[in-house]
Protein backbone atom coordinates (compact mmCIF):
# COMPACT_ATOMS: atom_id res chain seq x y z
CA UNK A 1 0.00 0.00 0.00
CA UNK A 2 1.00 3.63 -0.94
CA UNK A 3 2.21 5.43 1.65
CA UNK A 4 0.32 8.94 2.08
CA UNK A 5 3.92 11.27 1.89
CA UNK A 6 3.79 9.14 -2.14
CA UNK A 7 -0.34 9.49 -2.07
CA UNK A 8 0.56 13.32 -1.60
CA UNK A 9 2.94 13.50 -4.43
CA UNK A 10 0.96 11.63 -6.92
CA UNK A 11 -2.11 14.22 -5.91
CA UNK A 12 -0.23 17.26 -6.84
CA UNK A 13 0.85 15.80 -10.12
CA UNK A 14 -2.14 14.77 -11.46
CA UNK A 15 -3.51 18.64 -9.94
CA UNK A 16 -0.72 20.30 -11.95
CA UNK A 17 -1.68 18.40 -15.41
CA UNK A 18 -5.58 19.18 -14.78
CA UNK A 19 -4.27 22.57 -14.74
CA UNK A 20 -1.12 22.94 -16.66
CA UNK A 21 1.11 26.53 -16.52
CA UNK A 22 1.02 28.34 -19.82
CA UNK A 23 4.34 28.48 -20.74
CA UNK A 24 6.48 31.97 -19.64
CA UNK A 25 7.77 32.83 -22.98
CA UNK A 26 5.47 31.14 -26.08
CA UNK A 27 7.61 32.22 -28.62
CA UNK A 28 10.92 30.61 -27.26
CA UNK A 29 10.50 27.48 -29.05
CA UNK A 30 10.75 28.42 -32.69
CA UNK A 31 13.14 27.70 -34.94
CA UNK A 32 15.17 31.27 -35.36
CA UNK A 33 18.99 31.31 -35.49
CA UNK A 34 19.73 32.30 -31.58
CA UNK A 35 22.55 34.11 -32.95
CA UNK A 36 22.41 37.87 -35.14
CA UNK A 37 23.56 37.17 -38.62
CA UNK A 38 27.04 38.24 -39.65
CA UNK A 39 27.74 42.13 -39.89
CA UNK A 40 31.12 41.61 -41.15
CA UNK A 41 33.03 39.77 -43.63
CA UNK A 42 33.84 36.01 -42.55
CA UNK A 43 37.66 36.68 -42.81
CA UNK A 44 37.76 39.74 -40.43
CA UNK A 45 34.79 38.40 -37.91
CA UNK A 46 37.20 34.98 -38.01
CA UNK A 47 40.07 37.04 -37.06
CA UNK A 48 38.37 39.06 -34.66
CA UNK A 49 37.19 36.40 -32.71
CA UNK A 50 40.29 34.38 -33.21
CA UNK A 51 42.98 37.04 -31.77
CA UNK A 52 40.21 37.95 -28.79
CA UNK A 53 40.96 34.05 -27.60
CA UNK A 54 44.30 34.61 -27.43
CA UNK A 55 45.09 32.96 -31.36
CA UNK A 56 47.63 34.81 -33.42
CA UNK A 57 46.22 35.69 -36.65
CA UNK A 58 47.90 36.80 -40.34
CA UNK A 59 46.58 37.07 -43.76
CA UNK A 60 48.22 35.93 -46.77
CA UNK A 61 47.85 37.12 -50.51
CA UNK A 62 48.65 34.02 -51.89
CA UNK A 63 50.74 31.12 -51.45
CA UNK A 64 54.40 32.80 -51.53
CA UNK A 65 52.97 35.38 -49.15
CA UNK A 66 52.53 32.96 -46.56
CA UNK A 67 56.04 31.12 -47.13
CA UNK A 68 57.46 34.69 -46.60
CA UNK A 69 55.28 34.90 -43.06
CA UNK A 70 56.49 31.64 -42.73
CA UNK A 71 59.99 31.99 -42.80
CA UNK A 72 59.59 35.40 -40.38
CA UNK A 73 57.99 33.26 -38.02
CA UNK A 74 60.42 30.46 -37.79
CA UNK A 75 63.76 33.22 -37.46
CA UNK A 76 61.79 35.16 -34.71
CA UNK A 77 60.49 32.34 -32.79
CA UNK A 78 63.82 30.43 -33.77
CA UNK A 79 62.11 26.83 -34.93
CA UNK A 80 64.33 24.30 -35.38
CA UNK A 81 62.63 21.15 -34.81
CA UNK A 82 59.19 21.62 -37.04
CA UNK A 83 57.19 18.59 -37.92
CA UNK A 84 54.27 18.23 -40.55
CA UNK A 85 53.18 15.08 -41.83
CA UNK A 86 51.33 16.26 -44.61
CA UNK A 87 52.87 15.21 -47.77
CA UNK A 88 50.16 17.43 -49.85
CA UNK A 89 51.02 20.76 -47.40
CA UNK A 90 55.05 19.48 -47.38
CA UNK A 91 54.80 19.44 -51.19
CA UNK A 92 52.96 23.27 -51.59
CA UNK A 93 55.51 24.89 -48.87
CA UNK A 94 58.35 23.37 -50.68
CA UNK A 95 57.39 24.31 -53.97
CA UNK A 96 57.10 27.89 -52.60
CA UNK A 97 60.59 27.83 -51.32
CA UNK A 98 59.83 27.05 -47.45
CA UNK A 99 62.57 24.75 -46.54
CA UNK A 100 62.99 24.76 -42.95
CA UNK A 101 64.62 22.02 -40.26
CA UNK A 102 61.65 19.45 -40.32
CA UNK A 103 61.54 17.49 -37.77
CA UNK A 104 60.88 13.64 -37.80
CA UNK A 105 59.13 13.05 -34.22
CA UNK A 106 55.98 14.70 -32.97
CA UNK A 107 56.74 14.35 -29.10
CA UNK A 108 60.03 16.55 -29.29
CA UNK A 109 59.28 19.16 -31.85
CA UNK A 110 58.82 22.72 -31.50
CA UNK A 111 56.31 23.63 -33.67
CA UNK A 112 53.74 21.30 -35.80
CA UNK A 113 51.87 22.54 -39.25
CA UNK A 114 48.50 21.51 -40.29
CA UNK A 115 45.93 21.80 -42.34
CA UNK A 116 42.21 22.28 -41.46
CA UNK A 117 38.54 21.26 -42.10
CA UNK A 118 36.97 24.73 -42.03
CA UNK A 119 37.27 28.10 -40.20
CA UNK A 120 34.51 29.17 -38.17
CA UNK A 121 33.83 32.56 -38.28
CA UNK A 122 31.20 33.33 -35.28
CA UNK A 123 33.54 31.17 -32.51
CA UNK A 124 36.79 31.95 -33.97
CA UNK A 125 37.27 28.13 -33.84
CA UNK A 126 39.31 25.65 -36.24
CA UNK A 127 37.13 22.50 -37.35
CA UNK A 128 39.62 19.90 -37.74
CA UNK A 129 38.61 15.86 -38.01
CA UNK A 130 40.75 12.76 -38.03
CA UNK A 131 40.26 12.61 -41.78
CA UNK A 132 43.33 14.66 -42.04
CA UNK A 133 46.19 13.51 -42.62
CA UNK A 134 47.55 15.19 -39.92
CA UNK A 135 45.87 13.05 -37.92
CA UNK A 136 44.33 13.26 -34.32
CA UNK A 137 47.50 14.69 -32.29
CA UNK A 138 49.55 16.60 -34.37
CA UNK A 139 47.58 20.08 -33.57
CA UNK A 140 47.30 19.41 -29.65
CA UNK A 141 51.08 17.84 -28.82
CA UNK A 142 53.63 20.34 -29.93
CA UNK A 143 54.05 23.78 -27.82
CA UNK A 144 53.35 25.99 -31.09
CA UNK A 145 50.40 24.77 -33.50
CA UNK A 146 50.37 26.48 -37.28
CA UNK A 147 47.31 25.88 -39.32
CA UNK A 148 47.38 26.80 -42.89
CA UNK A 149 43.73 27.41 -44.27
CA UNK A 150 42.20 28.99 -46.99
CA UNK A 151 39.89 31.86 -47.48
CA UNK A 152 37.33 29.05 -49.18
CA UNK A 153 37.61 27.21 -45.69
CA UNK A 154 35.48 29.89 -44.04
CA UNK A 155 32.02 29.19 -43.11
CA UNK A 156 29.84 31.66 -40.44
CA UNK A 157 28.61 29.32 -37.65
CA UNK A 158 29.14 25.88 -36.57
CA UNK A 159 26.21 24.56 -37.79
CA UNK A 160 27.68 25.80 -41.54
CA UNK A 161 30.71 23.81 -40.51
CA UNK A 162 28.65 20.64 -39.52
CA UNK A 163 26.72 20.67 -42.61
CA UNK A 164 29.83 21.51 -44.91
CA UNK A 165 31.37 18.25 -43.02
CA UNK A 166 28.07 15.93 -44.34
CA UNK A 167 28.45 17.35 -48.01
CA UNK A 168 32.25 16.80 -47.82
CA UNK A 169 31.92 13.25 -46.82
CA UNK A 170 28.23 12.11 -46.92
CA UNK A 171 27.60 8.51 -45.16
CA UNK A 172 31.14 8.61 -44.02
CA UNK A 173 31.26 11.04 -41.23
CA UNK A 174 35.02 11.38 -39.89
CA UNK A 175 35.16 9.17 -36.29
CA UNK A 176 36.35 12.51 -34.69
CA UNK A 177 35.08 16.20 -35.41
CA UNK A 178 36.72 18.66 -32.99
CA UNK A 179 36.54 22.41 -32.88
CA UNK A 180 39.90 23.97 -31.42
CA UNK A 181 39.25 28.07 -30.40
CA UNK A 182 42.64 29.49 -29.66
CA UNK A 183 45.54 27.84 -27.39
CA UNK A 184 45.02 25.34 -24.67
CA UNK A 185 44.48 27.52 -21.76
CA UNK A 186 42.33 26.52 -17.98
CA UNK A 187 41.00 28.82 -14.83
CA UNK A 188 41.20 25.65 -12.87
CA UNK A 189 43.63 26.33 -10.77
CA UNK A 190 42.53 28.81 -8.05
CA UNK A 191 40.85 30.63 -10.94
CA UNK A 192 44.03 31.51 -12.76
CA UNK A 193 43.77 31.57 -16.14
CA UNK A 194 46.72 29.47 -17.26
CA UNK A 195 47.75 28.32 -21.02
CA UNK A 196 49.16 25.78 -22.71
CA UNK A 197 48.40 22.90 -19.58
CA UNK A 198 47.01 20.57 -22.11
CA UNK A 199 47.75 21.64 -25.40
CA UNK A 200 49.43 24.42 -27.26
CA UNK A 201 50.35 27.48 -25.53
CA UNK A 202 50.47 29.09 -28.90
CA UNK A 203 47.91 28.52 -32.08
CA UNK A 204 49.02 30.63 -35.69
CA UNK A 205 46.20 30.65 -38.28
CA UNK A 206 47.77 31.38 -41.41
CA UNK A 207 44.47 32.32 -44.04
CA UNK A 208 45.88 32.24 -47.69
CA UNK A 209 43.50 33.88 -50.14
CA UNK A 210 41.86 31.49 -52.82
Known amino acids: MASSSKENILKKIRQALSTPTPLPFPESEGNDNLYQPQLMEPELEFAENFTKLLGQFSYCENEKDLVAQLK ?25 GFYPAWHEYLDTCQASITDCELLIARTGSI ?10 TTSVYAPIHICIAYTNQLVYDIKDGLQRMKEKYANKLPSLITFATGPSRTADIEKTLVVGIHGPKEVFVFLVEK
Open 127 to 136: LMSSAQQSGR
Open 72 to 96: ALVETKQLHKIYCRDDRMLDMLTDN
